[in-house]
C-alpha cells in the first residue's frame, strides 16, 4: 500500500487537520529492518488502533513517536512539530504510557499525582488541573486512597490521568489491557472513548487482540512485519451515507428484483438465500422498503450486513 493510498483511508475528521502525520518512517537496527516504510495520520477525538501480532513493530512504532527510539528514515509530526527536529515541542503535546507507569504504592492516587506534576518544574499543573484529571479518568471517589488497594484497572486509569496531566492533544498507549479483566478492559475502553470524544484527545493504542481493537477503535491499522498493510474504519459503515449490503428478507426475489429495477435504476442487487442483498446507503431503507411493501412484495425482516473487522482483516492479509 502507497502512502497515499493509506492517507485516503480517512478523509479527515470534520475537515480537522491530522494531529499526528507519519511519513515513510523506518527503523533500521543492525542489518534488521523492523519498520518499513509506514505512513497514515491520526485526528483529534478519533481512538486509532495498532494491530499487529507479537514482533509485528507496534512498540518500536510508538516508540520511535514519543521520542524514546531515533527514527531511521521518514518523519513524524505531532501537532505540526517533528519529531526529530523539535523534539521539546513534539513531546509536549504527547501524553503516553508506553511501559508500565511506575506509582508509589504507599502514596495515595492523589499524591501520586502531584509528585509528577512536582517533577515538571514551570508546567502549571495546579491541584485544580489535578482534580480534572481524576475526574476524567472517573477515580474521584479512590483519590485519596492508596494506590496499593487499587485493582490493575484503576492504576492503569492513575497513569492515563498522569499522562493528561499537562493537557496533551495525543494519548499513546501501548497494550494498555494487558493483565486487565474483561471489566477493567470495559472500563478502560469507555474512559478513553470519553476522552476522545469529549475533550478531543486523539488516542493511539497497540493490541494484538482483534477483537479488542473492534470494540475500541474508531479506524485500525493492521502492522505485519514491520509493514503497514491496511487501515480499516471500524465505525464508518454505521454512518447512514456510506454503502453496505443490506438484506431484504422477502417472499419473492424476483418481483422484488423488479420493483426495485424499476424504482431505483442502477442499484445493485444480488440474491441472497434468505432474500436479496441491496447495495446502497443504510438512509436509503426506508425509501426501499416502501416501494417494496407498495409493490405487493412482503417485507418480514431487513438487516446491514456489515463485515466485521476479522472479515476485513482477513482479506487483507490474504487468509482464507
Ligand atoms: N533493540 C532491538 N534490537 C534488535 N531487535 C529489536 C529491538 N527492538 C525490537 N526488536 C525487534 O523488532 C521487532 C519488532 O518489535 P516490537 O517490540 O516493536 O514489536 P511489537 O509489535 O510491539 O510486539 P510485542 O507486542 O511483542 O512487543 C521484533 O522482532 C523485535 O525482536
Do not use: W
Amino acid at each position: 500500500m502507497t502512502a497515499s493510498q493509506q492517507l485516503r483511508e480517512h478523509s479527515g475528521a470534520a475537515g480537522q487537520p491530522p494531529v499526528i502525520e507519519i511519513r515513510n518512517v523506518y527503523k533500521h537496527i543492525g542489518k534488521k529492518t523492523i519498520v518499513r516504510n509506514v505512513s497514515f495520520d491520526v485526528y483529534p477525538g478519533e481512538i486509532f488502533g495498532l494491530l499487529g501480532p507479537n514482533g509485528a513493530g507496534k512498540t518500536t512504532l510508538i516508540r520511535m513517536l514519543v521520542g524514546l527510539m531515533s527514527i531511521s528514515d521518514g518523519s513524524m509530526k505531532v501537532d505540526g512539530h517533528d519529531v526529530r527536529r523539535a523534539p521539546d515541542k513534539a513531546l509536549r503535546s504527547i501524553g503516553a504510557i508506553v511501559e508500565n507507569p511506575e506509582m508509589y504504592k504507599f502514596m495515595s492516587g492523589y499524591k501520586n499525582l502531584l509528585h509528577f506534576a512536582k517533577l515538571v518544574p514551570g508546567n502549571g499543573i495546579d491541584r485544580y488541573r489535578i482534580l480534572d484529571v481524576v475526574s476524567m479518568v472517573g477515580l474521584d471517589n479512590r483519590i485519596h486512597d492508596k494506590v496499593k488497594t487499587y485493582s490493575l484497572g484503576m492504576r492503569q486509569r492513575l497513569g492515563v490521568a498522569q499522562a493528561l496531566m499537562h493537557k496533551p492533544k495525543v494519548l499513546i498507549l501501548d497494550e494498555p489491557t494487558n493483565g486487565l479483566d474483561p471489566a477493567g478492559i470495559r472500563e478502560l475502553r469507555d474512559q478513553l472513548k470519553t476522552l476522545a470524544r469529549e475533550e478531543r484527545i486523539a488516542v493511539v493504542v497497540s493490541s494484538h487482540l482483534l477483537s479488542e481493537m473492534e470494540l475500541m477503535c474508531d479506524r485500525v491499522g493492521v502492522i505485519q512485519q514491520g509493514v503497514l498493510i491496511g487501515i480499516q474504519q471500524v465505525t464508518e459503515e454505521n454512518t447512514s451515507e456510506h454503502a453496505v449490503p443490506i438484506l431484504f428478507q422477502v417472499d419473492s426475489r424476483e418481483a422484488a428484483r423488479k420493483v426495485i429495477a424499476l424504482a431505483f435504476d442502477g442499484l445493485a442487487v444480488d440474491s441472497d438465500p434468505l432474500g436479496i442483498l441491496v447495495t446502497t446507503s443504510a438512509g436509503c431503507i426506508a425509501d426501499i422498503n416502501a416501494k417494496l411493501v407498495a409493490g405487493g412484495v412482503r417485507v418480514s425482516g431487513i438487516s446491514i450486513q456489515a463485515k466485521s473487522l476479522e472479515d476485513k482483516f482477513m482479506e487483507m492479509t490474504g487468509r482464507p
